[in-house]
């Protein structure tokens, strides 16, 4: 059954309301790095580098880097991972952040998830730490921030955040992105602040994990051409880091938006009686979720999703396969029902229409579309 004719669709992500929106003001970012001549690194970069970090926090630094991927593995060879090392991540989660770990020798070392924040269960993963371990990988996903409070009272190594989807969020007064030793954001496109292209920041308080990256980032030289160790080539343009502070002055207020209207679905939901079939991702006491997605654990899930999209209505699975359960990790020697949580959410899970430019009756639409699925037309 379609929805009335000529109701427009609603697509899961746009950018195209935002552009629209913003288009002075990216045009005139565009200008000035065109007329600047400088388009790696640069002004711009240390620019975006300073105002990042200092957002987050007084002391804290920032170095840009070419995608997210790239930020979680250079920030754990800074950390010190390499051959022979274990990292404690979650498997349910995007493929960078196990890949980043089996990039720089170490093994991932996976446990489960929360049923009801998604993100890594702090006694699982505590349980899992052996004298191996040199580092700890939560990741804030959907932007709500993982319980790091929990993993640094159990385990005295370094915390590397995967903030890549929590650029806004917090936990209590503290950042995503302060709260271990070092923190890796991306910026792609459909980030909280995404670029128009790959991008990425690794973020830390410590000037020599700081340091190691925006060596390890230019080919491990300090000076140029003189090569201290091998590192990559993995730089942010001037563009993107001109495009990205732009976004970056919206940022406070988009998360609100997103955070208005997560509560415009959560309350929809129980006016609609759906709150417990429909179940959201968790919002703890104390933590501000930045709402990179807006995620339900949906019986029929599939169905769902057909009936959705039926009715022009865009949804996306984050993620339909738990990491343990991908051909890149099956050396890790997982196997089906090895992470029980993590494989239930990966068989429930829906993203819903999310973007701070949504608007209340889009929201609407969808709760309506989301109701007559599971309880008929009215
Ligand atoms: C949780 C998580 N980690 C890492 C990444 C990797 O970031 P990028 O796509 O910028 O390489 C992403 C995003 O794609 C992500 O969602």
């Known amino acids: 059954m379609a929805e009335p004719a000529g109701l427009p669709p609603i697509p899961v992500f746009s950018l195209a309301r935002q552009i629209a929106r913003l288009r002075p003001e990216l045009d005139a970012a565009w200008d000035r790095v065109l007329g600047s001549g400088q388009f790696i690194l640069g002004a711009e970069v240390e620019a975006l580098e300073r105002e990042i970090a200092a957002r987050l926090a007084p002391d804290a630094g920032a170095v840009g880097v070419a995608s997210g991927s790239d930020a979680l593995y250079l920030a754990l060879v800074a950390l010190g991972v390499g051959p022979g090392d274990e990292v404690v991540t979650t498997p349910f989660t995007f493929f960078a952040t196990a890949g980043a770990v089996v990039r720089t020798g170490a093994t991932p070392v996976f446990a489960d998830v929360d049923p009801d924040t998604f993100n890594l269960d702090p006694d699982e993963a505590l349980a899992r730490v052996t004298p191996r371990t040199r580092v700890i990988l939560p990741v804030h996903l959907f932007g709500l921030v993982a319980d790091v409070e929990r993993l640094s009272q159990g385990f005295s190594g370094a915390i590397l955040e995967?903030?890549?989807?929590?650029?806004?969020?917090?936990?209590?007064?503290?950042?995503?992105?302060?709260?271990?030793?070092?923190?890796?954001?991306?910026?792609?496109?459909?980030?909280?602040?995404?670029?128009?292209?790959?991008?990425?920041?690794?973020?830390?308080?410590?000037?020599?994990?700081?340091?190691?990256?925006?060596?390890?980032?230019?080919?491990?030289?300090?000076?140029?051409?003189?090569?201290?160790?091998?590192?990559?080539?993995?730089?942010?343009?001037?563009?993107?880091?001109?495009?990205?502070?732009?976004?970056?002055?919206?940022?406070?207020?988009?998360?609100?938006?997103?955070?208005?209207?997560?509560?415009?679905?959560?309350?929809?939901?129980?006016?609609?009686?759906?709150?417990?079939?429909?179940?959201?991702?968790?919002?703890?006491?104390?933590?501000?979720?930045?709402?990179?997605?807006?995620?339900?654990?949906?019986?029929?899930?599939?169905?769902?999703?057909?009936?959705?999209?039926?009715?022009?209505?865009?949804?996306?699975?984050?993620?339909?396969?738990?990491?343990?359960?991908?051909?890149?990790?099956?050396?890790?020697?997982?196997?089906?029902?090895?992470?029980?949580?993590?494989?239930?959410?990966?068989?429930?899970?829906?993203?819903?229409?999310?973007?701070?430019?949504?608007?209340?009756e889009e929201v609407d639409r969808v709760l309506d579309a989301v109701a007559a699925f599971y309880r008929g037309p009215a």
């Open 162 to 360: 995967d903030a890549a989807q929590a650029l806004g969020a917090a936990a209590g007064d503290r950042p995503a992105g302060t709260l271990g030793a070092a923190a890796a954001v991306s910026f792609f496109p459909t980030k909280n602040l995404g670029a128009f292209g790959d991008g990425g920041l690794v973020v830390s308080r410590d000037p020599a994990v700081l340091e190691r990256v925006r060596t390890l980032r230019v080919h491990g030289a300090r000076t140029k051409y003189f090569h201290e160790e091998v590192g990559l080539n993995s730089r942010l343009d001037a563009l993107q880091a001109a495009i990205l502070r732009v976004k970056l002055g919206h940022l406070d207020a988009w998360t609100a938006r997103r955070r208005a209207l997560a509560a415009r679905y959560r309350e929809g939901l129980a006016a609609r009686g759906l709150a417990g079939i429909v179940v959201p991702q968790a919002e703890p006491p104390g933590r501000l979720h930045a709402y990179h997605q807006f995620t339900v654990r949906a019986p029929d899930r599939d169905g769902l999703r057909r009936h959705l999209a039926a009715r022009g209505i865009g949804s996306t699975v984050y993620y339909p396969y738990p990491l343990h359960r991908l051909p890149a990790f099956a050396a890790l020697g997982y196997g089906p029902g090895s992470f029980p949580v993590a494989e239930r959410l990966a068989a429930e899970v829906l993203s819903l229409p999310l973007f701070p430019e949504l608007e209340d």
